[in-house]
Each structure stands twice: as C-alpha cells, then as structure tokens.
C-alpha cells in the first residue's frame, strides 16, 4: 500500500472504480486488476447475486467444495457438501464416515430447538410493579408481533415464552426481557430480532400511557434488542459405537484395547486442560464450519455458540465425551447448532441450493444431525490419527500439492512429485529442492 488514509465516500463508488482504486495502490496495478478480475463470475446475472450478498464488493474469494461420501446418519447414507480451504478435513471425514458405516453409522438425535432472544434495559422504577404487570405485557407483545409471527405459527413456530428477569446483581439497574422461540426450519435471526424490536417498542408505549407508571416511564432506558447467539437449549447429540475389539485400525499396530484405552486418554485431556480441548474442539468445527458454510448458514454464530457451550461448567472443556461399558466403545457429542434450511442465505446462494438438494433437502433438525456427525467424524479421525502416526503424515500429503501448486507445478512434475514423495518427509524446503532439482534436470527418477 502506498498511502496511509482516509477514503471518503468508497461505498457510492461503483463496483471497477473501487477495484481501480484499491489496485491503484499497487505498482502492479494493471496486473492486479486483471488478477481480481479474473475470480468475477462469467455470468453478470449471477456475479450480482455474489456482489448483493455483501458490501463494497471488488471481486470473488473462491473456497473449495468438497463432498465426503459414505455418511450413515440414523440408518440413512448420505453425501455430505463440504466448504473448507483446510487440506485433509474433507478427506478426514470421508474416512471417518466409512469407518463407521461399516460400524452401524452415526446415531443423532434432536435434545431441544429453543433459541433466545433478549431486550436489554435499565429500570429504575419499582420491579415488583413491573413483574406484576409481566403477564399483561406479555399478552401485549404476543398481540403487536402478531404480523410478524404469523406466518412462522403457520409453520409450527413462533414465541415459546417470555420472562422478566432481573440482573441487578450484575449492573445496576439492568434487566431482560428474555425471550424463547421455536423458528422452525429457518436460522431465525431476522424473525427474532424483528420480534425483539417490537417487544422495545411495546414497552416504552406501555410504560407511557399506564397509569400504574406514571411518571416512571422515563426511568426505563432500553439498551439494545438482539438475539443471543448462545443456544444451549437448539441442542443436538450424535454419537457412535461399536464393540471394543471392532474399533481395529487397518494400518495400525495398536490393538483395538490398546487404541481404546489411549484414545479415552486422549479425551481426558481434552477435559482437563484448556489448551488441548480448545484445538481438539477446534477438529470437531473443522467438519461443522465445512457444513454449515456449504449450506449458506452462519458459521460464526454455530462457533461462537459452541465455544460458549463448551465453558458452561464455568471451566472450558471437551465438547465430546466417550465411555467403555460391557466392552463396547461409545463416542458422542453435544453441541448447539443453530441451523436453518429455509431463508437467509440458504435460499439464495446457488451453491447452499444445490447442497441441501446433495443433502436430499433435509429440515432444520435434519441438518444438525447431519452437522454434528460431521463434526463427530473430524473429530474421531483426528483423535485417531494423532495417537496412532500423527497427523502430519496424511496432512504433509495434502499439503504437497499446496506447496506443487505454490510452484506452479506441471501434472507431470505433481504426478512425479507423489511418486518421489511417497515415503520421504514432506515440508516447504524439501518440495522447494526437490523441484529446483527436477526442473534442473539434476534428478533422475
Ligand atoms: C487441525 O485442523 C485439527 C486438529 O488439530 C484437531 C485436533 O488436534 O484434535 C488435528
């Protein structure tokens, strides 16, 4: 970059004067501009879809879409679309889901689908009075969303419950009205938020025109209305398992007991201490992310969520567990996924379309089903390939053709780049050599 400022009015810029700009700031700046060209779609109808997703839009940032086969998900199989830009996940996951369709598959059930949503406020009035008046409130909000909520009660959702609830003794003056929704096959975040809004509204009307507030009303200050991205009660469990002496690893030489034992070591870990579960959680979003992403959901929200789920002991901890009864090997995980399969972008992006079409057009719970055995099956093969050869030997595999690609590397140099790699390390410096070498025609094969 060439200067350091400001750039007044970028937004009211059309789409190649932005692009004109940014590239400006290159010495390269004809070479740039194709470069970023080059990614925009062919199809202009299509490439404004893309650009009216988001804001002050230059180009397109392309991501791999990957399918792991093989996935049996309460008896049913299915192909799983897969959006990551991490080598070896899609590839986990397709062994991963093998292994275990030849095991019985992957068992998922639904525990909840509530979300929240919250009007944060400060109250300086009498609460008792207030509480007093929660059920007359209540009817008032149902009442005035009505318009909005209308059509989510036809499709089996809407407002579940709304509670009153004092955090005083957080901030003083603080409390919530703390909303539940059921929002069906959709994500929800705009039904909830419009409801919340209209709640705020609803309650600074009330709390004018009431008698029983006179002149309190001014001491209500709402702070904010949004929906919480914490979803402990939109909860899902999946798990697998099979006989201990089933759980035998092809080209391993640990013994199935063996590898059980060190596998519930592995997990222990994971629950004791911070650092192993916050990457061993990581593994299992590995696979989520990929689905949700492939689905057009918000993988932010799913994470953030997650994360927080996973500190709700106040400790933050594995989000899988695993257990050996009567010698058979069980392995599951609960998570909260906030999914939808309707609305948002799931309806609009083509490719979300086409996954959940992969995916035989599951529903909401359907789809955390499907999300949380792929974020299970991540999670086992990266268990099982760490404590038995490590990771880095499938992942410096995948990892040869970044680095074939990082030097633009020809099929012939890739295929004989495999070939020579096959049981030597693999790492940046000896891909590097080895490639100066062939294209020096100092190698002989
Ligand atoms: C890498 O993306 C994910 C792992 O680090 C997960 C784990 O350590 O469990 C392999």
Redesign the pocket.
């Known amino acids: 970059m060439k200067e350091n400022r400001i750039i007044e009015g970028f937004s009211r810029l059309d789409k190649l004067e932005k692009l004109k700009l940014i590239a400006g700031y290159f010495e390269n700046r004809e070479e740039l501009l194709a470069e970023l060209k080059s990614y925009w779609h062919d199809d202009p109808g299509k490439q404004k879809l893309f650009d009216e997703f988001s804001e002050n839009t230059i180009s397109n940032f392309y991501f791999p879409y990957g399918i792991a086969p093989n996935f049996v998900i309460n008896g049913k199989t299915c192909m799983v679309p897969m959006v990551i830009e991490?080598s070896s996940?899609v590839a986990a996951a397709a062994s991963s889901a093998k292994f275990w369709a030849e095991r019985g598959g992957f068992q998922a059930e639904i525990i909840s689908t509530k979300k929240v949503g919250q009007v944060h406020f400060l109250w300086k009035g009498n609460y008792r009075k207030l509480l007093e008046t929660l059920p007359e409130l209540r009817q008032k909000f149902l009442k005035g969303t009505k318009n909005i909520t209308r059509n989510m009660e036809r499709r089996g959702g809407g407002i579940l419950d709304i509670e009153l609830i004092d955090m005083t003794h957080e901030i003083e003056h603080y409390y919530q009205i703390k909303a539940l929704f059921d929002t069906v096959d959709s994500m929800g975040a705009n039904f909830i938020n419009s409801c919340l809004e209209e709640f705020a509204r609803i309650m600074k009307e009330f709390l004018c025109g009431d008698d029983r507030f006179e002149g309190q009303a001014k001491d209500c200050e709402i702070i904010m209305a949004i929906l919480s991205n914490y979803a402990p009660d939109c909860l899902v469990r999946t798990y697998v398992e099979c006989e201990v002496k089933d759980v035998k690893e092809r080209d391993s030489d640990l013994d199935p007991e063996r590898f059980v034992w060190k596998f519930q070591k592995a997990i222990q870990i994971a629950s004791a201490d911070v650092h192993r579960a916050v990457?061993?959680n990581?593994?299992i979003f590995?696979g989520i992310d990929a689905v949700t992403l492939a689905t057009g959901n918000d993988f932010r929200a799913v994470e953030a969520g997650g994360h927080a789920y996973a500190a709700r002991s106040g400790k933050y901890t594995s989000l899988t567990s695993v257990s050996v009864e009567n010698n058979v090997f069980h392995y599951e995980l609960t998570i909260p996924l906030s999914l939808g399969t309707v609305g948002g972008l799931t309806s609009l992006h083509p490719l979300a379309k086409i996954s959940l079409r992969i995916l035989d057009e599951p529903n909401a719970r359907e789809l955390m089903m499907i999300a949380s055995s792929v974020g299970l099956a991540n999670?086992f093969g990266?268990?099982r390939s760490?404590i038995t050869k490590g990771?880095q030997v499938g992942h410096m595999k995948m990892h040869l053709f970044n680095i074939l690609n990082f030097f633009n590397a020809t099929q012939i140099e890739k295929e004989k780049a495999i070939q020579y790699f096959k049981d030597k390390k693999v790492s940046f410096s000896s891909v590097s050599n080895y490639i100066t070498d062939l294209r020096g025609n100092r190698l002989t094969m």
């Open positions: 991490e996940v990457t061993h990581k593994g590995n999670n990266a268990i760490l990771i």
